[in-house]
């Protein structure tokens, strides 16, 4: 189960009203490779893992990727709760705003809602892991593209903090990953 | 909220984080014992300034003891909060 600590794992800095970077920062928040894919993937791999290493990895992982869904959904909600409609008028965010308002909701930044498409769970722990590795280095990727087009500095300091994340969680993961692999070999497991 | 329930909150945020990087580290590698000590010290830290903000301030956890009226629901909720004011 969960339970709610009522703080948020980054202090969120937002310096401008900007509803068309809003709009990019979305990718994160309902895009393939963002934060709600990354966590309900982990936490849906969990199952049938064969060692505690990795059961304890997917649940915390899993656990942080869902307090960074809130940062994303935070970051958002900053960048556009004081805009005017004619501030929204002809930006990126239009679209969106005109279906839901300024709420924060999952899709990515070109409006594709979010599918369990995004995600996989095989039942071998070997794939699951090789997924899990690639997602977090393109997780990383796509955080380098948000870096590249912000221009707001709050924001992109919470984009780094992101982004570190993520080259953490694909080490864990390439260590689960060895634990994982030496662990079938000695039970010759197919 | 002031800026001392804020700065008090943010030690909170910084102790927490230690211990989400202590605790994956660990996962992995479950017998090192000087990352062990680490996590350890973290943990109390956490659980004395958590305690000292739910009776400052009120709970950051549901599970927590409340007065009344119940203090959970009370704003600023994270995502309002502007953690630069004070800066
Ligand atoms: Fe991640």
Known sequence: MWVYEKKLQYPVRVDTCNPALAAMILEQFGGADGELSAGIRYLTQRWHMPTNQAKGILTDIGTEELAHWEIIGTIVWKLVKDAKPEQIKGTPFEAHFVNHGKSPFPHNAAGYAWTATFIQSKEDPIADLHEDMAAEQKARATYEHLIRISDDPGVTDALRF??????VHFQRFGETLNIVQEYMDKKKYY | MDCKQLALLKEIMEISFCLVETNLYLDTHPTDERALRIHNTFA????????????????????????????????????????????
Do not use: A, F, H
């Open chain 2, 44 to 87: 109390k830290k956490y659980d004395e300034l958590t305690n000292r903000y739910r009776m400052k301030y009120g709970p950051l956890m549901p599970t927590s003891m409340s007065k009344c009226p119940w203090q959970w629901i009370e704003s600023p909720w994270p995502w309002e909060i502007d953690y630069s004011k004070c800066d």
């Open chain 1, 162 to 167: 992101l982004r570190e994340r993520e080259v």
